[in-house]
């Protein structure tokens, strides 16, 4: 079976995280988490490792980098990196820049702290107020090796994610974290 790599934005949400834990069932996936909401529910970032998912770095404020000095961009990295590090015991691997938003000064960046860039392959747009319906046909189109981008914190992402794992399962494709 070839993987399809699940990704979650944004989290953790106390009023979403919890049911997207349930509803990957036992599935691994990769959570990119934003620094400022792991500091507020270190809870439940425990509980995202604690059921073997992968973390990433997300930043501390979610802002985009390409517009931050040098200084600004490394202490967005670090926050985050520091205080994943102090919850989980593990220093992420991976990171995912904030709406994408990346170029050569952020690559340098994320590599000083040891991190590999992670995009996407696929763009659910769940961001953007898509509803489940339009999220698990957005998810169907993913390729064997892609990625696919959501983000906690939407319910309709919520209610996606059962029938984004059938449909993978009916096309022989095994869903997972990606590997750093």
């Known amino acids: 079976m070839t993987t399809v790599a699940l990704t979650f ?6 009023e979403t995280t919890p049911g997207l834990l349930a509803a990957l069932d036992g ?10 909401h792991a500091a507020a529910h270190p809870g439940l970032v425990r509980d995202i490792a604690a059921a073997g998912h992968e973390i ?16 600004a961009r ?13 919850l989980t015991g593990t ?20 590599a000083a702290h040891g ?3 992670v995009l996407w392959s696929v763009d659910t747009r769940d961001w953007d107020g ?9 998810a169907a189109a993913a390729e064997p090796g892609g990625v696919v981008l959501m983000h906690e914190g939407r319910p309709a992402t919520l209610a996606a994610v059962p029938r ?17």
């Open 130 to 138: 898509a509803p489940a319906d339009e999220i698990v046909a957005a």
């Open 74 to 86: 490394d202490q967005e990295v670090r926050r985050t990196q520091d205080l994943l590090a102090e």
């Open 164 to 180: 984004i794992l059938a449909g993978l399962a009916a096309r022989g494709l095994r869903p997972g974290p990606v590997r750093g």
């Open 56 to 71: 990433g770095n997300h930043s501390w404020t979610h802002p985009r980098l390409t517009g931050l000095d040098a200084g």
């Open 9 to 14: 934005d944004d989290g953790p949400y106390p």
């Open 115 to 117: 991190l590999t860039e």
């Open 27 to 36: 599935v691994r996936a990769t959570f990119f988490l934003w620094g400022e």
């Open 91 to 110: 220093r992420p691997v991976l990171f995912r820049p904030p709406y994408g938003d990346t170029d050569a000064a952020v690559a340098s960046t994320i």
